[in-house]
T-cell receptor, first 114, second 114 residues
Framework: AQKVTQAQTEISVVEKEDVTLDCVYE???????LFWYKQPPSGELVFLIR??????QNEISGRYSWNFQKSTSSFNFTITASQVVDSAVYFC???????????FGTGTRLQVTL | DSGVTQTPKHLITATGQRVTLRCSPR?????VYWYQQSLDQGLQFLIQ???????AKGNILERFSAQQFPDLHSELNLSSLELGDSALYFC?????????????FGPGTRLTVL
């Protein structure tokens, strides 16, 4: 069975601080995919990134970066110089094998204040 | 805007009633997924359809059913509603059925059962 753990329930930072959201996963699939989604206060789920299990290169997109480490089964998400607009709940998710359904973590609520 | 549409945005009904939630996938996407987001269960996969056929089933209650029509829109039917069915119901779509396919989510339907 697949499992995603986001141990940080809530994080509060002051604007311009860097923040890292942790994600640890469990799967028996040899090929799998990891995702991050953002849920702003308006409620929709916004896709941020997809990472393949066979590609351990880190990725940077503007102020966002992702660190994938197979050895520790982690796929962490860092926001550099956080902004108030980054306030949201962030979900890590996993799919793999022949199943395309997503298994989500419980989410991390990020609060960025001035 | 993900391109996935869901109606209605909000639904308030009474216990024992039946409701239908509607979803239109992104243009070109053949797969539709339904997820339930509740405070106690988090984000959970309910069911997936691909090109009109049921593809995968999650923890969907027997009181719930879904279908995907020839024009690829999907409906989720919830019957004999209970207080515990109050939740945010998301529809997502993807190109096909691969675990690598990114799922794009609609804005959700917030169901309140009184």
């Amino acid at each position: 069975a697949q499992k995603v753990t986001q141990a940080q329930t809530e994080i509060s930072v002051v604007e311009k601080e860097d923040v890292t959201l942790d994600c640890v996963y469990e799967t028996r699939d040899t090929t799998y995919y990891l995702f991050w989604y953002k849920q702003p206060p308006s409620g929709e789920l916004v896709f941020l990134i997809r990472r393949n299990s066979f590609d351990e290169q880190n990725e940077i997109s503007g102020r966002y970066s992702w660190n994938f480490q197979k050895s520790t089964s982690s796929f962490n998400f860092t926001i550099t110089a956080s902004q108030v607009v980054d306030s949201a709940v962030y979900f890590c998710a996993l799919s793999g094998g022949t199943a395309s359904k997503l298994t989500f973590g419980t989410g991390t609520r990020l609060q960025v204040t001035l | 805007d993900s391109g996935v549409t869901q109606t209605p945005k909000h639904l308030i009904t009474a216990t024992g009633q039946r409701v239908t939630l509607r979803c239109s996938p992104r243009s070109g996407d053949l797969s539709v997924y339904w997820y339930q987001q509740s405070l106690d269960q988090g984000l959970q996969f309910l069911i997936q359809y691909y090109n009109g056929e049921e593809r995968a089933k999650g923890n969907i209650l027997e009181r719930f059913s879904a279908q995907q029509f020839p024009d690829l829109h999907s409906e989720l039917n919830l019957s004999s509603l209970e207080l515990g069915d109050s939740a945010l119901y998301f529809c997502a779509s993807s190109v096909a059925v691969l675990a690598s396919d990114t799922q794009y989510f609609g804005p959700g339907t917030r169901l309140t059962v009184l």
